[in-house]
């Protein structure tokens, strides 16, 4: 069993790769906990999707990935809501327009330089096992931005998103923290798209959530639970991944899902998530 | 007397079409104020024109003496309509309270001692400090609405403004939530409410207010409540009958409710 555990850890790329889908899960049942509240889940997709616009031409002009991607992410964040602000279209057709431009961008990019295409789908599907020691050290800085951020705004944070008419009302600036929310998922979002990729990394802000959701009833509880249950999974995906030789962020991905099921069938009761994410929505 | 609320030539427009047209209103300080009117009529639009919380196309509003601003709005408590609140998210009664401190809390500050006193003072005042650990969604309509006033409560604030606190709340509940509004005009508070109870509000409340767009009448219930008035403010939708000494208005609620 020691053996078992213990052994995969003697290569270097599975120490980077555990402790980076470790702390990108952590990351996530942060954020993800107002995501699954707050029925961001569609425009957390969409901002990881236009992401990849930022990472196919960082790539091409050989500058950072992470700073290409969380650009895009966040320029799309702000468009989104600028253009669905102006009332012409709503927010879902203004995401839905955005997202898929800017991914085709980046779908077009690299279809010009099929040499490293190989290194692309990495960041489209996930492959948390060439993770550099670079990219370590840029996730975990990420991370302790997104901590110390959600940390000092916690209580603000908390109440618009429970109650966002009220705490503007009690003089609270509802419409920057939500701002500020969104600026928080791109970065999430930009941190996690190398363990699980772009595709994929909605899947890790929401599952985990959702799972802690089930059985929880207090807002940090389903925080600590969510990073919990994100964890677990990105320790038993990249095992699986390793001794079944399979993509490893598909295995973390599909572990969280298994936990999902296993909670809804243990808790029996099923809250209307599902209604939440039908209301997802951006900056309005 | 002094005022909690003065507002002057107040006009509130949705795309245009105005909601709320030429308000000049001035609310006495300590006072508890019924305001009705029928469906559209801009009740809940004056709320939140209050708290600035919607745009104005012109006019003037004080609140305590001063312009709405995010000092004043501390001392304002809002209670908003129950379909406006998520009731699935995670918090427990205490929590939602706690939120009432958090306008004065310093970012990264825990609550201190003081703000935890003034939250279980909230609660004991409106008789949910033994589930202060329940889970909001758990609750039924009329006790959401006390752990609701519970954190205006908690906030410290001079005026309470709530949005139809009774509707879809059993009868008893509604007594409960009239009286203990009662007791917080007593202790000092400026209560404003919405509602559709007429009845209530001739009852138990100082000043009535008929809004439709504009105000109709303002003053004590017994003087507004005429069958002149309240046809002017319900137009089609309320029936006024004179029954030997007394005056039923019954109201055309249509689906809005």
Redesign the interface.
């Known amino acids: 069993m020691a053996d078992h555990l213990l052994g995969p850890l003697e290569f270097g790329f599975m120490q980077r790769g555990l402790l980076a889908s470790v702390l990108v899960a952590v990351i996530c049942g942060l954020l993800g906990s107002f995501v699954v509240?707050k029925g961001l889940a569609f425009i957390g997709d969409a901002l990881a999707h236009a992401s990849f616009g930022g990472v196919a031409l960082a790539f091409v002009l050989g500058i950072n990935i992470y700073l290409g991607a969380f650009v895009f992410a966040i320029a799309t964040a702000l468009g989104i809501g600028a253009i669905s602000r102006r009332g012409r279209v709503s927010s879902d057709t203004a995401i839905g327009v955005l997202f898929s431009g800017t991914f085709a961008l980046g779908i077009l990019v690299i279809s010009r330089v099929d040499s490293y295409t190989t290194d692309l789908f990495g960041y489209l599907f996930g492959d948390v096992l060439s993770i550099t020691e670079r990219d370590l050290w840029t996730i975990g800085a990420l991370g302790l931005v997104v901590l110390a951020l959600v940390?000092?705004?916690y209580?603000?944070l908390?109440?618009a998103?429970?109650?966002p008419?009220?705490?503007?009302?009690?003089?609270?600036p509802a419409r920057r923290l939500e701002y500020l929310l969104l600026a928080l998922l791109g970065v999430t979002i930009v941190t996690a798209i190398q363990a699980v990729g772009i595709v994929m990394v909605v899947a890790l802000l929401v599952t985990p959530s959702a799972t802690a959701?089930l059985f929880?009833?207090?807002?940090h509880?389903?925080i600590l639970v969510s990073m919990a249950i994100g964890s677990l999974s990105a320790l038993l995906g990249i095992y699986l991944s390793y001794y079944l030789d399979v993509a490893s962020g598909a295995a973390i991905i599909l572990v969280a899902t298994a936990l999902f099921f296993i909670a809804l069938a243990v808790t029996g009761r099923g809250?209307?998530l599902s209604e939440?994410a039908e209301h997802s929505s951006g900056v309005t | 007397m002094k005022k909690a609320i003065e507002i002057r030539d107040l006009s509130v427009a949705y795309d245009r079409r105005p909601v709320v047209e030429d308000v000049t209103l001035s609310i006495p300080s300590e006072a508890m104020v019924g305001i009705v009117g029928p469906n559209g009529g801009g009740k809940s639009t004056l709320l939140?024109a209050l708290?600035?919380?919607v745009t104005k196309i012109r006019g003037e509003v004080e609140v305590l003496g001063r312009p709405v601003d995010?000092?004043v709005?501390?001392l304002?408590?809002?209670?908003?309509q129950r379909e406006?609140?998520?009731w699935?998210?995670?918090?427990?009664a205490f929590?939602?309270v706690?939120?009432?401190r958090?306008?004065s809390?310093k970012?990264?500050r825990r609550p201190t001692a003081r703000d935890k006193e003034l939250v279980w003072e909230a609660l004991k005042t409106v008789g949910m400090e033994k589930h202060a650990d329940t889970?909001i969604g758990e609750f039924s309509g009329g006790q959401q609405q006390r752990v609701?006033l519970a954190?205006a409560l908690a906030?410290e604030a001079e005026v309470l403004l709530l949005d139809e606190p009774v509707s879809g709340v059993d009868a008893p509940s509604q007594h409960e939530i009239f009286d203990l509004l009662r007791r917080l005009q007593g202790a000092g508070k400026t209560v404003i409410v919405t509602t559709h109870d007429l009845s209530c509000v001739a009852e138990r409340f100082d000043l009535a207010l008929l809004l439709n767009r504009r105000v109709v009448a303002f003053g004590r219930p017994e003087e507004v409540f005429t069958p002149e008035l309240l046809n002017e403010t319900y137009q089609s939708h309320l029936m006024v009958l004179k029954v030997g000494e007394r005056t039923v208005a019954l109201e055309d609620r249509g689906q809005g409710g």
């Open positions: 509240l940390s000092v705004f209580r603000q908390l109440f998103a429970f109650d008419t009220v705490a503007a009302a009690s003089g609270i959701y929880t009833r207090r807002f509880h389903m809250r209307r939440k | 939140k708290l600035g919380l995010r000092r709005l501390r304002v408590g809002y209670v908003p406006d609140v998520d699935n998210f995670p918090v427990s929590d939602v706690m939120m009432g958090v306008p809390m970012l990264l889970r609701f954190r906030q």
